[in-house]
Each structure stands twice: as C-alpha cells, then as structure tokens.
C-alpha cells in the first residue's frame, strides 16, 4: 500500500513543479503574446460608405486574424478585410492568435455617415414640408414671409426658398431652413 502513495505523491509533486521547472515552465505559464497592429482605418474614423477595409500588421507572421469574426488575410505579417458597417457609430473588433501563444485583441469605432439628398420643396405647401423632410430625418425649420399683406391673400403658403438648395447632399438630423408665403417673390 505505501508504494501506491508514494508514487502520487511524486506525480503531483511534478505537475504542481510544472514538470521539472525552468524555463520550460515559465514558457506554459506566460506565452508570449501575438503582436497586433491596426493601422487603418484610425480609431473614431467618419465613413461614408458601406464598408470599410481594416488593415494592419501582425507578429508572428502565420498568425491568424478575424475581424468582427470574418478571418482576414494575412501575408507577410500583414493583413487586410473588407468588412460591412452599419450606419451610425459602429465598434470593430479585432483578435490575432498563433499557436502557443497568448491571443491580442484590438478594437476601434467606425462611424458611418449616411448622406441624403436634401428634396426640392419649392412651391410645396407648408403642410407638407415635415412630411417630406421626416422620412429623410431631415428637420423642418419655417419662416413666414410675405409681410403684413400675406395674411390677407387667399390660398395656403407655399415655399419659396430654402437652404441648402435642393439636391445637397447633407448629413441626415440636418435643419433644412424655408421660406414660406402665399405669393413668393420673383
């Protein structure tokens, strides 16, 4: 019976040693960690488009990268992924492993900006005008002009002018400033 408790002993006494020490052990216990670097797009960077190409480098260079979990290319210690964003503020993260090493994580925001094409409202009635901007996430600002006779004219105030013009292309929650008036100047 003492042989057998003699034996466990020695065996945890080796795992809990780490199987001999040195710096083989120090190795299994503190791997050296991937290298990671992403050099575009910059942090907090303002897209307009769907997507975005995130790049950038890598140590060591078999190491396997994924972007938003879609694997990237990697050659040379350099890699690159074309990866979807939807609109607004997006946050893309990046993890690089290798075998026998500890994994390094990186993340970054990604804004996407989408633009609209401000409608052209001349001659829309002042009714109207929140209806057609809304749908864009455009804001309506109105001003009443025509002085004092235009509260005397017959018919509903239209718009006469607005800024921007019609078909700028312009971030949407934009104000969109107009004019409005029974009779509009020429």
């Known amino acids: 019976m003492r042989p057998r408790i003699l034996t466990g002993s020695c065996c945890a006494a080796l795992v809990l040693a780490g199987c001999g020490g040195g710096d083989g052990a120090a190795a ?5 960690r991937v290298r990671l670097e992403v050099t575009a ?10 997507t975005v190409d995130v790049r950038g480098r890598v140590s060591p260079e078999r190491a396997q990268v994924r ?3 879609r694997p990237a290319l990697v050659t ?9 964003l939807e609109p607004g503020t997006n946050v893309v993260d990046v993890a690089a492993s290798a075998g026998g090493r500890t994994p390094a994580f990186a993340a970054l925001r990604v804004r996407r900006d989408v633009s609209v094409s401000v409608p052209d409202l001349a001659g829309v009635p002042e009714e109207q ?7 864009l996430d455009l804001l309506a600002s109105v001003r009443r002009g025509g002085g004092i006779l235009d509260g005397l004219r017959s018919g509903p105030r239209v718009v006469c002018d607005q ?6 292309r312009v971030r949407r929650g934009r104000t969109v400033r107009v004019l409005v008036a029974k009779r509009c100047p020429q």
């Open 41 to 50: 797009p910059p942090d907090g960077a303002l897209v307009e488009g769907a």
């Open 163 to 168: 800024q921007p013009g019609a078909g700028s």
């Open 28 to 32: 299994l216990q503190n791997p050296e």
């Open 67 to 69: 972007v938003l979990g």
């Open 76 to 84: 040379g210690g350099r890699f690159t992924v074309v990866i979807p």
């Open 129 to 135: 005008v929140e209806s057609l901007l809304g749908p």
